[in-house]
Nanobody, 126 residues
Framework: QVQLVESGGGLVQAGGSLRLSCAAS????????MGWFRQAPGKEREFVAA????????RSADSVKGRFTISRDNAKNTVYLQMNTLKPEDTAVYYC???????????????????WGQGTQVAVSS
């Protein structure tokens, strides 16, 4: 059984930092690209960042470029999202997801990801 469990969310002030973690089990972690998505209340889930199976390639949404960094530790079956200079508009539930496909470029589409975590809440106050 595949499980993706996010942690590290919480309430922070604007300008602050937070690091999210996603621990994976039940899959060969190093064979999957991993992504982070977020969903604010009443809005569509949107792409945040993704990383290839070996961490060699990453991509991120324009809204978080320069502020968020995705990374992974395959020895720990964990993907991270380091979030700096947080803004109130970053407030959302953040989900990690796993893409089993073999692609040259990591995906940014929801449909490309097979497995999803339960999400962790991030709230940024002004």
């Amino acid at each position: 059984q595949v499980q993706l469990v996010e942690s590290g969310g919480g309430l922070v002030q604007a300008g602050g930092s937070l690091r999210l973690s996603c621990a994976a089990s039940g899959l060969t972690f190093s064979s999957f690209a991993m992504g982070w998505f977020r969903q604010a209340p009443g809005k569509e889930r949107e792409f945040v960042a993704a990383i290839s199976w070996n961490g060699a390639s990453t991509r991120s949404a324009d809204s978080v470029k320069g502020r968020f960094t995705i990374s992974r530790d395959n020895a720990k079956n964990t993907v991270y999202l380091q979030m700096n200079t947080l803004k109130p508009e970053d407030t959302a539930v953040y989900y990690c997801a796993a893409d089993r496909r073999l692609n040259l470029r990591v995906g940014a589409q929801i449909a490309e990801y097979e497995y999803w975590g339960q999400g962790t809440q991030v709230a940024v106050s002004s």
